[in-house]
């Protein structure tokens, strides 16, 4: 699964906007959209936050082998 796949994941199962995203993990709305539409990955620290948001709200992903 791609980060871009993962961002989009994330906000299916929650219901939640890109902008609602955003402000919950502490990045701006353009880095979500980015993030979602794989034209940026996440610098080291945005990846945490992202992974600490995903590991609160118990988000799983399973990785395809």
């Not at 995203?21 to 990955?41: H, M, Q, Y």
């Amino acid at each position: 699964m791609t980060f871009a796949e993962k961002v989009k994941f994330v906000r299916a199962k929650l219901l939640v906007s890109q902008t609602k995203l955003a402000e919950t993990i502490g990045v701006s709305f353009p880095t979500i959209n980015r993030w979602e539409t794989g034209k940026l990955e996440p610098n080291f620290l945005n990846g945490k936050k992202f992974e600490a948001f995903c590991k609160k709200e118990n988000i799983t992903f399973k990785e395809n082998k």
